[in-house]
């Protein structure tokens, strides 16, 4: 009995503890369950948000780029389907033996082989390695047929850039190639869109208009398991191309401009002389931006850089040349502005003219005689233009010279290579050289020698201003979003109006005190070219509708030793490097002008020989397709 | 008393079928079912490896299960300490003789599957305390030479697991004997002095603890310290479990399980990709099936006759209850993580085969819930 009480007491003891445990289980599994609906139902976002950033990576595309047109429309930078070649290491069975049989398919360097290896070695086994950016569509062909051979190989199609008319723009455009580290760093946006493989503008416009060219990426995502590797694709997001610029330019004057360059060195502007457009900006010889695209290689390149005529520069925005007798019309202009003289004003040129002991040369030995600004302008008497600066003086041809745009930048900040030029003065000399002007140096500078330098492009619009009766553009080579038509702009301009859609602020347009002077010019300018005895005479055409006015300039790159003169060599006798630059400055049709142009060829001799027939050739063409562009231009207003 | 011994030792093979707990009986199997299919779904839909020795140790564990419990209790009860020392006999084979993996020499080659001792340790001291407390009087109970066996009974196989090493069985291995220790009627001070000491001297055995056990421990305090290292686990569990929401992410759906961010999702972190799957409903349903389980053997134990099958049945309860809380604790990052599967669920022979030879002794004790054993 006491043992079968003892039994009791036990079994009691046991009961009453297990109600206590039992008691406290019920606490802990309420905890439990509190702790799962804290995780699964009160921050049940947060850990869903925590799982897909875990399992879902985005893999960024490149950017599709903008196309940059013509003013007609036609792609000048466009974007084309290549075929590209990729290994997906994970795939592969022997390594080595595809590599060998690669090499023998595509003729791989060994370098090239090295480079994979060495890529192969750092990426994961399951990213693709791009063995070929750009496949001929032989070699294309040909690896798909032994495709059955390369395990792990992959045919890829994708987009690149591509520039239809090769080097026809490449100054203007520039061109595309990968971004090295110090330019992803600097725009945020190229660092934001960065992809490899990825292009982006290196030089020109490309450079200058990326963040508007660069499109956004597509973007794919695709569900990765723990090590990183791609599951399934989940959706595709597409990107948006860059946006399309439309140029002013027009690719069949364009390309005139290059042949007719062809072989040498020098610069062809064509501008509308009320709209500013830039029709043409060619600088000679050009190169082909097409190779830069996937690197280029080092026989191309030193090819490109050694070459004598200088391919690198442009030559339209960074050539800076003297402007020689094309100044001339400035000269005279300013003196008329500054009633310094007059139509009836002469000066008698023996071909020479001393100063303070010094001897200052015409080009005509002989002398012209006495001459009047038209005589002295059409033949390009130097002794007039001397007599004419001594009068005027630097400083005051010089806010002429400026005011037409000597000096300056014409594209602002479109270009990083265009340069500003220099049209001297005497505090500038003084600031710069530390030395007083002598006036020996207004002289010279009065037949565009000596300190002035001038690009191209400058002469161009100069012409243009002086064309357009006088008046103030701003040039552009990119068509606004709110286009003004050819006749708004040379009406509004002639009222005295805001023409200038682009900017908001009223800028004073006339650039004449009396618009008398500038049409004495033009007179002079139409002589030049127009009238008997006119340097460009043998370079007129009488047809009316293309009938031209012009002005040939010459400028030393040396100065000419008294030997020298007296040999009075041919062209082919002097050493290239010496030659005189040939140079003209052109606008047309003379009744109703409408464009102006600037030609340059360096070391071509006398503007006269080499400039001024390219001109003859170009007006024909750059008159001819007037109506066509007018017609483009209502067309889009329409539109609009 | 005659009577009652005549009575129960005539039991019919049929009335011992009659007499088996039936809600126990399919709550095993409907555990054992869910088993099955989270094994699938570990191996992301496809019946491979994992599936496929889940399920034959399932087949084979089960009528073994049954063929324990047909066993009479006083068998079990006149086994206990046998069993006991033959347990502590594997435990000092293993730790001379065992296979080595990862670290930590826990098993023995048995040819056709691999056993860890271990895992049987904690059905086998549930049941040498539970006869030692059987047996002794009450009025005994605390005197000195009882709790110095009873303490050595616990201490003894204790040495042996956690020099293997192996943290998380020697603690589920004690907390079970304590159970018993605290049921058989041990003083309650004695647990609250021991209790109190041991927080003392926590500092010191943590200067013991190998230095990726204290790492554990750092971890479970800060696991964002080394997302990607020590707390990578704790993370990505926590992550799994709640982004399974109310209703979970669906059968084979669940992403951070098959795209393998889940560490052991096999063994310890099975709850992680069962909740992530089925969210808080099915692992709400998942606890209520276990509570069932755990009802049903408390049940058992109150109405044996006996004293031994009472406190093995209440202790194996505990047990039971012990690993769920432990497991789940650390996979819900309440604890810092130490080895405990969950019982049935996880992958893994020995705790199955365990758990199972205690279902089996419970369901002997139910078929001979009147035995009185002397």
């Known amino acids: 009995m006491i043992k079968s009480n003892s039994g009791i007491r036990k079994t009691d003891v046991i009961n009453r503890r297990m109600f206590l445990i039992g008691a406290a289980k019920v606490v ?60 997906i290491p994970e795939q592969v069975e022997n390594f080595n033996y595809l590599l060998v049989r690669l090499k023998n398919l595509l003729n791989l360097s060994d370098k090239r082989i090295a480079r994979i290896n060495k890529l192969k070695a750092e990426l994961k086994p399951w990213d693709s390695i791009i063995v070929s950016e750009n496949l001929s569509w032989s070699q294309f062909v040909k690896i798909n047929n032994y495709l059955y051979d390369l395990v792990g190989v992959k045919p890829v199609m994708t987009i690149s850039r591509n520039y239809p008319f090769n080097d026809v723009y490449t100054h203007v455009l520039g061109y595309v190639s990968q971004p090295n580290e110090q330019e992803i760093l600097e725009n945020e946006i190229i660092q934001e869109r960065f992809v490899p493989g990825m292009k982006i503008g290196k030089l020109g416009l490309e450079r200058r208009l990326e963040n508007h060219l660069i499109g956004t990426n597509a973007i794919q995502r695709y569900e990765v398991n723990a090590y990183g590797k791609r599951i399934n694709q989940l959706e595709h997001q597409k990107g948006v191309q860059g946006s399309k610029i439309r140029l002013t330019v027009d690719t069949e004057i364009q390309k005139a401009c290059g042949e007719l360059l062809n072989q040498k060195a020098g610069s062809i502007s064509v501008m509308d002389i009320y709209t500013g457009d830039i029709i043409a900006m060619y600088s000679s010889p050009s190169y082909n931006p097409n ?65 303070y002991g010094q001897t ?4 005509k030995e002989k002398g012209h005689g006495w001459v009047s600004l038209k005589n002295a302008m059409k033949q390009s008497c130097d002794t007039y233009f001397y007599e004419v600066a001594r009068l005027l003086g630097v400083d005051r041809l010089n806010i002429t010279a400026e005011k037409f745009g000597l000096g300056k930048k014409v594209l602002g900040d479109y270009f990083d290579n265009e340069k500003k030029g220099l049209f001297p003065n005497t505090k500038w000399k003084k600031n710069n050289l530390g030395k007083g002007w002598v006036l020996g140096e207004t002289l010279i500078t009065g037949i565009g020698q000596g300190y002035t330098q001038t690009t191209p492009l400058q002469l161009c619009m100069m012409t243009a201003q002086i064309a357009n009766g006088g008046y103030a553009i701003k040039p552009k080579i990119i068509v606004d979003s709110n286009p003004i038509s050819y006749e708004d702009a040379k009406q509004s301009m002639e009222s005295g109006l ?83 630059h040939a140079l003209y400055v052109a606008y047309g049709p003379y009744v109703n002008p409408r464009y102006a142009l600037s030609i340059i060829v360096e070391h071509g001799g006398s503007g006269s020989k080499a400039a001024a027939p390219i001109a003859k050739k170009l007006f024909k063409l750059i008159i001819d397709r007037h109506d066509l562009r007018n017609k483009q231009s209502n067309f889009e207003r329409i539109t609009v | 008393m005659f009577q009652h011994d005549r009575l129960n030792s005539e039991i019919t093979l049929f009335q011992k079928i009659k007499n088996l707990d039936y809600i126990l009986l399919i709550s095993i199997i409907l555990l ?68 080595k993996s990862s670290g930590s020499q826990r098993w023995m080659d048995l040819y056709l599957f691999v056993l860890q001792p271990s895992e049987l340790m904690k059905i086998a001291i549930i049941m040498c305390l539970a006869k030692y407390f059987h047996r002794i009087k009450i009025e005994n109970v605390n005197s000195f030479t009882s709790i110095t066996i009873v303490l050595s009974i616990i201490i003894i196989p204790i040495i042996f697991v956690i020099s293997q090493p192996d943290l998380g069985t020697s603690i589920l291995i004690a907390l079970s004997g304590l159970i018993i220790l605290w049921l058989g009627g041990m003083k309650i001070k004695y647990f ?91 692992s709400v349903g998942l606890l209520i099936l276990y509570s069932i389980i755990i009802f049903r053997i408390l049940r058992i134990g109150a109405i044996s006759r006996s004293n031994f099958a009472r406190l093995f049945c209440f202790g194996y309860a505990f047990a039971i209850f012990i690993y769920i809380v432990v497991n789940l604790s650390m996979v819900l990052g309440l604890l810092p993580i130490v080895g405990s599967p969950l019982p049935i669920m996880s992958y893994g022979g020995s705790s199955m085969l365990a758990t199972m030879i205690g279902f089996g002794i419970v369901l002997s004790a139910k078929i001979n819930h009147k035995q009185m054993i002397a």
């Not at chain 1, 020689?324 to 009836?344: Q, R």
């Not at chain 2, 001297?201 to 080394?226: E, G, N, V």
């Not at chain 2, 961010?261 to 099915?282: N, R, V």
Request: net charge positive; hydrophobic share 45%; proline share 4%.
């Open chain 2, 192 to 282: 609250i002095y021991s209790f109190i000491t041991f927080l003392i001297s926590l500092p010191f055995i943590i200067s013991f603890l190998k230095p990726y056990q204290k790492l554990r421990i750092l971890t479970f305090l800060d696991p964002d310290r080394d997302p990607l290292g020590a707390g990578y686990q704790i993370i990505q569990s926590k992550i799994a479990i709640g982004s399974g929401g109310l209703n979970g992410k669906g059968f084979l759906k669940g992403t951070q399980s098959y795209l393998d961010f889940l560490p052991e999702k096999h063994t310890d972190f099975i709850f992680t990709l069962f909740s992530e799957e089925f969210g808080f409903i099915g």
């Open chain 1, 28 to 87: 802990v599994f309420v905890g439990i369950v509190a702790r799962l609906f804290s995780l699964q139902i009160n921050e049940n976002k947060k850990y869903l948000t925590l799982s897909d950033k875990n399992r879902i990576r985005e893999w960024k595309l490149p950017p599709t780029r903008g196309n940059i047109v013509d003013y007609f429309g036609n792609v000048i930078a466009g974007n084309l389907k290549v075929y590209q070649l990729h290994i």
């Open chain 1, 498 to 580: 805001l023409f200038d859609a682009g900017s908001e602020e009223l800028l004073d347009k006339k650039l004449f005190k009396n618009q008398k002077n500038i049409k004495i010019v033009q007179e002079a300018m139409f002589a030049s070219t127009n009238e008997r005895f006119g340097t460009s005479y043998k370079s007129r055409i009488d047809d009316p509708k293309y009938q031209f006015a012009g002005k040939t300039g010459t400028a030393q790159v040396k100065r000419i030793s008294k030997r020298e003169r007296e040999l009075d060599l041919e062209l082919e006798q002097i050493p290239y490097k010496d030659r005189d």
């Open chain 1, 291 to 355: 190779l830069f695209l996937f690197g280029i290689s080092q026989d191309e390149w030193q090819l490109i850089r050694n070459n004598p005529l200088k391919p690198l520069i442009n030559k339209t925005l960074s050539g800076l040349y003297s402007p020689g007798s094309t100044i001339k019309p400035i000269v005279a202009l300013s003196a008329l502005e500054n009633k310094v003289i007059d139509t009836k004003f002469k000066v008698k040129c023996t071909g020479k003219m001393e100063l």
């Open chain 1, 360 to 363: 200052f040369h015409c080009w």
């Open chain 2, 32 to 99: 054992s079912v869910l088993s099955v299919l989270v094994m699938y779904s570990t191996d992301g839909g496809e019946i491979l490896f994992h599936t496929k020795n889940h399920f034959v140790k399932l087949a084979v564990f089960f009528p073994l299960m049954i063929f324990v419990a047909f066993f009479n209790i006083k068998f079990w009860h006149n086994f206990s300490y046998i069993i006991y020392f033959i347990v502590i006999l594997l435990l000092i084979y293993v730790s001379f003789f065992g296979i």
